[in-house]
C-alpha cells in the first residue's frame, strides 16, 4: 500500500521531470544519458549518430542550461559530479514519459485513446447507446465514452460548443437544416412502432390492427410536438383522423401504466422499454409498419476523427442488432 509519504514523492518527481522537461531538450538529455551508459563522450556520440564535437557541443550547452557542472575530466574519461548524477536519474525518468507522451499521442491519432461525450433522447439510452458504450469498452478500453441525457432545445448549442461529441435522436427531436454549416446528420437506422393497448381491449387477440376503427379512442402521447408526438399525429393523420389524446407523460412507464389502467391507446417505439405485463397487448399497424427514424448528429468535420468514426459504427450496429432481435 502507498503511503501518504510515497504519494508525495511520486508527485515530486513528476513536479521535477515537468520542470525538467521546460529547462533541457530531450536530445540533450539524451546524450547524457549515452553518456552515463557508454562511459566516454566519443562512445556516446557514436551510439547517437553524431559527431564527437556537436556532442561536446550539447553537453557544454545542457552543462550551462543547469547552471553547474555536471561532469569532470578524470584521465581520458568524463566522470559525473553528484549533480550530474542526479540529473541522469531525471533525464531516465523524463524520456520514459517522453515514450509515453508520443505512445499516448499515437494512440490517440488512432481513435484508441481519448473521451468522447455522447447525448442521446432517453429511450435510446438503454437499447443503443450503453451498448454502444459497451462495446467501444471491451474493443477499445482507453476511449472512454460519457453518456448524457439530454435536454432537445439545448442539445444542439452543446454539440456546437464543444460539451457533446455526438447527439443520438429520432426524427423532429433535433430540427437541423440540411444546409446547416456547423453540423452533419448521420442515418444510424429505423425504429419500428407498435400499438400498444389493455389486455381486455377488444382488438387485443388481433395481430394487425386497422387505425380507422380507433379513431373515437382515448391516445396517449409523449410531449406536444416531439418526434413521437408527431409521428403518432402523422400516421392517424394519414388513416383519415385526428387523435384525442387525453394523456400525455415523457416517460414509457408511465405511458405504459396508463394504458395498463385503459385510460387509452398508445403508438410505442420498439426502443421504448415497457414493463413486461400480460396486462398490456402489442398490435402491429395494419398497412405498416411505422417507424421513426434514428440519427447521430455531430459538429461538421469531426466524422473524420477515427474515434467518432469508430464511435458512429459501433452505433449503427447496435441500431441493427436491436432491430434483429426485435
Not at 514523492?9 to 513536479?15: L, T
Not at 549518430?49 to 553547474?68: D, F, I, M, N
Not at 454539440?159 to 447527439?167: E, M, N, R, Y
Not at 421513426?292 to 442488432?321: C, F
Request: charged residues 20%; aromatic residues 2%; glycine residues 6%.
Amino acid at each position: 500500500m502507498l503511503t501518504r509519504n510515497n504519494h508525495e514523492d511520486k508527485r515530486d518527481i513528476k513536479a521535477g521531470t515537468d520542470k525538467l522537461l521546460c529547462m533541457f531538450a530531450p536530445t540533450r538529455l539524451r546524450l547524457l544519458v549515452a553518456l552515463h551508459e557508454q562511459g566516454t563522450l566519443h562512445a556516446a556520440a557514436a551510439a547517437l549518430h553524431v559527431s564527437p564535437s556537436a556532442a561536446s557541443q550539447q553537453l557544454a550547452t545542457l552543462t550551462k542550461e543547469a547552471g553547474t557542472p555536471l561532469t569532470e575530466v578524470d584521465g581520458r574519461r568524463l566522470r559525473f559530479t553528484e549533480a550530474g548524477r542526479v540529473l541522469v536519474d531525471h533525464a531516465y525518468a523524463l524520456l520514459a514519459n517522453l515514450e509515453h507522451a508520443f505512445g499516448d499521442v499515437q494512440a490517440a491519432a488512432r481513435g484508441d485513446l481519448g473521451q468522447l461525450c455522447v447525448g442521446g433522447v432517453p429511450s435510446l439510452i438503454p437499447t443503443v447507446l450503453i451498448p454502444a458504450a459497451q462495446a467501444i469498452r471491451e474493443q477499445h478500453p482507453r476511449l472512454r465514452v460519457g453518456i448524457h441525457e439530454i435536454t432537445v432545445p439545448d442539445c444542439l448549442d452543446q454539440l456546437c460548443s464543444g460539451d457533446l461529441d455526438v447527439i443520438v435522436s429520432v426524427t423532429a427531436d433535433v430540427a437541423l437544416p440540411d444546409d446547416d454549416p456547423r453540423c452533419t446528420r448521420i442515418e444510424l437506422g429505423t425504429d419500428d412502432c407498435h400499438l400498444v393497448v389493455p389486455a381486455t381491449h377488444p382488438i387485443a387477440d388481433h395481430q394487425v390492427a386497422d387505425l380507422k376503427r380507433l379513431a373515437d379512442e382515448d391516445w396517449i402521447s409523449t410531449a406536444a410536438g416531439d418526434a413521437c408526438d408527431q409521428l403518432l399525429h402523422s400516421t392517424c393523420a394519414a388513416a383519415g383522423f385526428r387523435p384525442n389524446v387525453r394523456h400525455r407523460a415523457s416517460d414509457w412507464a408511465a405511458i405504459a401504466a396508463l394504458v395498463e389502467a385503459g385510460l387509452g391507446i398508445a403508438l410505442v417505439p420498439s426502443h421504448a422499454r415497457l414493463p413486461t405485463t400480460a396486462a398490456l397487448t402489442t398490435i402491429d399497424v395494419e398497412d405498416g409498419p411505422v417507424q421513426r427514424r434514428i440519427h447521430a448528429t455531430i459538429r461538421r468535420g469531426t466524422e473524420t476523427r477515427p474515434a467518432v468514426a469508430r464511435y458512429l459504427t459501433t452505433l449503427k450496429t447496435a441500431v441493427a442488432q436491436h432491430r434483429a432481435s426485435g
